[in-house]
């Protein structure tokens, strides 16, 4: 192949990430650029990605769908590495990626199986491994994202894989940072909800809920996991009570 086809850009979406994102670009110091996509972080967030040599985009936030293609149309190259500002690229993963292409590559995307750290334990179930969300390596001529406020899926023009090495998440560090979390992404989560005309009657207040606790106790075997399995089996039910009942409030108040 053309030693251009064989680069690779790395990109991450931030804001007020300065308690992780040393250990992300140094993860990602492999990569041929970086690309930062930030929404105006007051921490330090983008001073410690200049350090990497990081491209910065700052981007007022808009969804995550919309901020993804922003870093899609900066890349200089085609071929292209997304990571979380909650998650690091194992070295293995890494040669993999360079492997997969001066190869030749057999798909235009490829899945990446991500092992998630949760309370002091890599999770075995509950849906988290191997997790494959969306693709996370990609040619971004084949690939673009829907412009979703939150859960964004993604649009393939062309043939997807699946590599074996892992990309490594630590989403949750405590009860209280998930529970921040969940907070937000229930948000958006309603207004996306509220935007497509949808309704939070009250069987979905009272049975989505549980439903999505038995999905991931139950079906997903988060039993398995023990306490933990079961703490973030009732964090789940928790964030979909409270998207239907945020859901509910904005067409009260709409």
Same mark, same amino acid.
């Given at each position: 192949?053309?030693?251009?086809?064989?680069?690779?850009?790395?990109?991450?979406?931030?804001?007020?990430?300065?308690?992780?994102?040393?250990?992300?670009?140094?993860?990602?110091?492999?990569?041929? &650029?970086?690309?930062?996509?930030?929404?105006?972080?007051? /921490? !330090? %967030?983008?001073?410690?990605? =200049? *350090?990497?040599?990081?491209?910065?985009?700052?981007?007022?936030?808009?969804?995550?769908?919309?901020?993804?293609?922003?870093?899609?149309?900066?890349?200089?190259?085609?071929?292209?590495?997304?990571?979380?500002?909650?998650?690091?690229?194992?070295?293995?993963?890494?040669?993999?990626?360079?492997?997969?292409?001066?190869?030749?590559?057999?798909?235009?995307?490829?899945?990446?199986?991500?092992?998630?750290?949760?309370?002091?334990?890599?999770?075995?179930?509950?849906?988290?491994?191997?997790?494959?969300?969306?693709?996370?390596?990609?040619?971004?001529?084949?690939?673009?994202?829907? &412009?979703?406020?939150?859960?964004?899926?993604?649009?393939? /023009? !062309? %043939?997807?894989?699946?590599? =074996? *090495?892992?990309?490594?998440?630590?989403?949750?560090?405590?009860?209280?940072?998930?529970?921040?979390?969940?907070?937000?992404?229930?948000?958006?989560?309603?207004?996306?909800?509220?935007?497509?005309?949808?309704?939070?009657?009250?069987?979905?207040?009272?049975?989505?809920?549980?439903?999505?606790?038995?999905?991931?106790?139950?079906?997903?075997?988060?039993?398995?996991?023990?306490?933990?399995?079961?703490?973030?089996?009732?964090?789940?039910?928790?964030?979909?009570?409270?998207?239907?009942?945020?859901?509910?409030?904005?067409?009260?108040?709409?």
């Amino acid at each position: 192949m053309n030693p251009e086809q064989t680069k690779i850009t790395a990109y991450v979406m931030s804001f007020n990430e300065a308690r992780q994102i040393r250990a992300v670009m140094e993860s990602l110091k492999w990569a041929d &650029e970086i690309i930062l996509v930030d929404s105006f972080s007051t /921490d !330090g %967030t983008v001073e410690i990605a =200049k *350090e990497f040599g990081a491209k910065i985009i700052s981007e007022k936030f808009c969804g995550f769908g919309k901020l993804r293609n922003f870093a899609l149309d900066a890349a200089t190259h085609d071929w292209m590495f997304s990571l979380d500002s909650d998650e690091r690229c194992s070295p293995e993963l890494a040669e993999e990626m360079r492997r997969t292409l001066a190869a030749g590559p057999t798909a235009d995307a490829y899945h990446v199986p991500r092992k998630s750290h949760f309370l002091g334990r890599w999770m075995k179930h509950c849906g988290w491994y191997p997790d494959y969300r969306q693709p996370q390596f990609f040619n971004r001529n084949k690939m673009r994202y829907a &412009e979703d406020l939150v859960h964004e899926t993604y649009k393939l /023009d !062309g %043939t997807l894989g699946y590599l =074996k *090495e892992h990309a490594l998440q630590y989403p949750w560090a405590t009860i209280e940072i998930a529970t921040a979390k969940l907070q937000r992404y229930s948000t958006l989560m309603a207004e996306r909800y509220f935007n497509a005309g949808k309704k939070a009657s009250l069987t979905k207040l009272l049975f989505s809920p549980l439903g999505m606790f038995v999905k991931v106790y139950v079906l997903q075997s988060g039993w398995r996991d023990g306490r933990h399995g079961f703490i973030l089996a009732k964090l789940y039910a928790y964030y979909t009570f409270l998207k239907y009942a945020k859901l509910w409030e904005l067409h009260q108040r709409r």
